[in-house]
């Protein structure tokens, strides 16, 4: 990213160019100030700041600001670094966090919006016609299939979840046109996964896929929500990426919730009402 701006300094206006020193001078600190003292140390207006993150292809300073926090974050020490048996608690700890939040930056900055947007549209569609909507997961990402449907049930949206192959399959052979599927794979390439993708899409259902970028998987559903983190033997490799697929998941059900709009408002405050009243003083 710091590349790109260097490069670009000499299509730039005077005064915008003072702003790219400025960042390319100290990177992680342009991410953290605001417009005001950012315009008064590169001596230019706050215009001008908007003005350079726009000519350089972003919508304004937030977006610019957001982005470059990603691309520091990601610079960050250990990230990509596998534990040792010789690292200390300490150094476990940052290790660990490092890579999971590099994780979440690599998929904010390289996600598709327009993919997400369908996905909830469709996930939506299915819940407002009473139709079927399923999530399958093995392994780890049964675990994230189980949370999917907690989630959406606490939107007052009814579904299944199954971790087992055979039910995934025998699920998939019941789903229809209307329907809707969420299968989710880190690997994407898990055979009972792969068949229930199959089934369900050939009976007519929508089939949404949660995995990597070029995996069998990805291209077995309509729509492909690409989550990539890579396998490897590391001990905190699965934690990452069932925590990366649970953000995807968090992602839809608010997308899904704010599509329902207000429909859901008096279930969601009936259902706290409730949770509220069964615990104790």
Do not use: W
């Not at 160019?17 to 953290?32: H, M, S, W």
């Not at 904010?108 to 016609?129: F, G, I, K, P």
Request: hydrophobic share 45%; with cysteine.
């Amino acid at each position: 990213m710091l590349e790109r701006i260097r490069a670009s300094l000499p299509s730039l206006a005077p005064a915008e160019q003072r702003v790219a020193r400025l960042v390319l001078e100290d990177a992680r600190t342009f991410a953290t100030l605001p417009v005001t003292e950012l315009a008064d140390r590169a001596h230019v207006s706050k215009p001008t700041v908007v003005r350079f993150c726009r000519s350089i292809g972003y919508d304004g300073l937030a977006d610019f600001k957001l982005k470059l926090a990603g691309s520091v974050s990601e610079g960050v020490p250990f990230v990509h670094r596998s534990v040792d048996t010789d690292d200390k608690t300490g150094d476990v700890m940052v290790k660990v966090i490092d890579n999971t939040v590099a994780a979440f930056l690599r998929y904010r900055n390289e996600a598709s919006t327009a993919m997400l947007e369908r996905a909830a549209a469709s996930l939506a569609a299915t819940y407002q016609t009473g139709r079927r909507i399923e999530f399958y997961g093995a392994g780890n990402s049964g675990i994230v299939a189980q949370d999917a449907q907690h989630k959406f049930f606490r939107l007052g949206i009814t579904s299944i979840a199954y971790s087992d192959g055979h039910m995934q399959v025998m699920g998939a052979t019941l789903l229809g046109p209307g329907d809707c599927v969420v299968i989710i794979s880190n690997s994407g390439r898990t055979r009972d996964l792969m068949d229930a993708a199959d089934i369900a899409r050939r009976n007519g259902a929508t089939t949404i896929v949660i995995t990597a970028s070029g995996s069998p998987l990805a291209a077995a559903g309509h729509i492909h929500l690409a989550a990539d983190h890579p396998e490897g033997y590391d001990r905190y490799s699965p934690m990452v990426s069932r925590l990366l697929h649970l953000m995807v998941i968090d992602i839809l059900a608010t997308c899904v919730a704010l599509r329902i709009g207000s429909p859901l408002q008096p279930r969601l405050q009936q259902m706290k009402a409730n949770l509220r009243s069964k615990r104790y003083a």
